[in-house]
């Protein structure tokens, strides 16, 4: 029997939890030819929502490019991967090849059809003759037109997900924003999603001096409730023979920080180690036995990361972790923990956040891996 809960990858449908009102919202916006910004810290649910937005989209007629623009290690490979991902939505190759060519005819693409690892092929597009920056720059606009040109050949709508979207910076900073934002603009037939994990950077960019100011409806992702996920978590245990004890669900939604990815990834140890066991039931002590096992597989790689803290970012993060996250600028509790000047508390929070390892959680700040969190509250001191 597989197991029914599922982390690290985009969930399936049979493991996707709640999200009903965010998926009505974005398929709409999607279809009516949006452009919509989805942002929510890391491992939310951003691309596990924008693949269940591009099904539904797809069902209704549409056409669907999914890019996830991080992977790419240049502005120019970016490009490609775009002009690929757009190409692939075509699936008759000679009708694509034949547009590609009168869309960006200019700068000479390179075509050329590849077998892909799994064993479709796929077309695979190059621009040899792009070296120079301000050639890239050039290249941009026609890249950024293609889906609209898709829409127009095939006379569907098309929508086009580019995820991971805080990434796009690190290319050319604004002339990159810039240009796609203008290209965007004018493509009526075509509905984007732009998802961020790093909110702040995802925000910066709507602000009023940059290009994708007042571009579109910005959906702020949010965890989902517990109660959903407890009760889901239950049913689950249920559906495959192992019977939860009363508050299984919420004891692991709450251990794992409500956080998604964390969530599912705690019942699914449960439930391996479980299974391992031929148990019929499982309660706290099993959770509490599967959490041991997993701190201990993960000591390496959290003794690292401590590692590689100054002293007073440890002193401020054992503090965060034993006050759950409150008033650590208080005089009462810099002084229990000796943690020095405000200021300086101030600092070491700042560092946290920027390495990822801490995170806001409304009033107060949260260990973003809360098998982390766990691991600093026993085996520090
Ligand atoms: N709607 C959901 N129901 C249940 N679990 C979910 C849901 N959304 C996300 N998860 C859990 O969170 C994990 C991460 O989801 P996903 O990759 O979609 O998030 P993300 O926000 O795109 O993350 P990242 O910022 O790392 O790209 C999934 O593998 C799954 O375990
Ligand atoms: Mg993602």
Request: aromatic share 8%; hydrophobic share 45%; with cysteine.
């Amino acid at each position: 029997m597989e197991n029914p809960f599922v982390y690290g990858e985009v969930v399936p449908q049979s493991a996707f939890v709640d999200r009903h009102d965010e998926l009505k919202r974005l398929a709409a916006d999607l279809l009516a030819g949006q452009k919509v910004f989805l942002i929510s810290p890391r491992r939310y649910g951003k691309s596990s929502l924008i693949r269940r937005a591009l099904a539904n989209a797809e069902r209704a007629g549409c056409l669907t490019v999914e890019v996830t623009v991080s992977s790419y290690s240049s502005y120019l490979a970016f490009l490609e991967g775009y002009a690929k991902a757009v190409l692939a939505a075509e699936t008759r190759v000679s009708r694509a090849l034949s547009w590609l060519r009168d869309a960006i005819g200019a700068t000479r693409p390179e075509v050329r059809l590849e077998t892909e690892p799994g064993g479709a092929s796929a077309v695979a597009v190059a621009f040899p003759a792009v070296r120079s920056a301000r050639d890239v720059s050039r290249l941009a606009p026609e890249i950024f037109a293609l889906p609209a040109r898709l829409a127009e050949a095939r006379g569907r709508r098309v929508v086009v997900a580019l995820d991971e979207f805080q990434a796009i910076g690190g290319f050319n900073g604004g002339s990159v924003e810039e240009a796609l934002r203008a290209a965007v603009q004018n493509q009526r037939q075509v509905g984007y999603v732009f998802a961020g994990s790093e909110p702040s950077l995802m925000e910066a960019m709507l602000g009023p001096k940059r290009p994708f100011y007042k571009a579109g409806p910005v959906m702020r992702l949010e965890k989902i409730p517990a109660d959903l996920f407890a009760s889901f978590i239950e049913q689950r245990f249920l559906k495959t023979g192992m019977k939860p004890e009363p508050g299984m669900g919420h004891a692991v939604v709450d251990l794992a920080g409500q956080l998604p990815y964390d969530v599912q990834r705690l019942a699914h140890e449960v439930w391996d180690d479980g299974r391992a066991e031929g148990r019929r039931r499982v309660g706290l002590d099993q959770l509490h036995q599967t959490l041991h096992r997993l701190l201990a597989e993960h000591a390496v790689f959290f003794e690292a990361a401590w590692q590689r803290l100054t002293l007073g970012q440890r002193g401020v993060l054992r503090a965060l972790v034993l006050e759950e996250g409150r008033s650590l600028l208080s005089a009462d509790v810099r002084s229990r923990y000796r943690l020095g000047g405000a200021s300086s508390v101030q600092a070491a929070l700042g560092a946290l956040q920027k390495h990822d390892v801490v995170t806001r959680d409304q009033d107060r700040y949260v260990v973003v891996d809360s098998l982390m969190r766990e691991w600093i509250a026993r085996r520090t001191f």
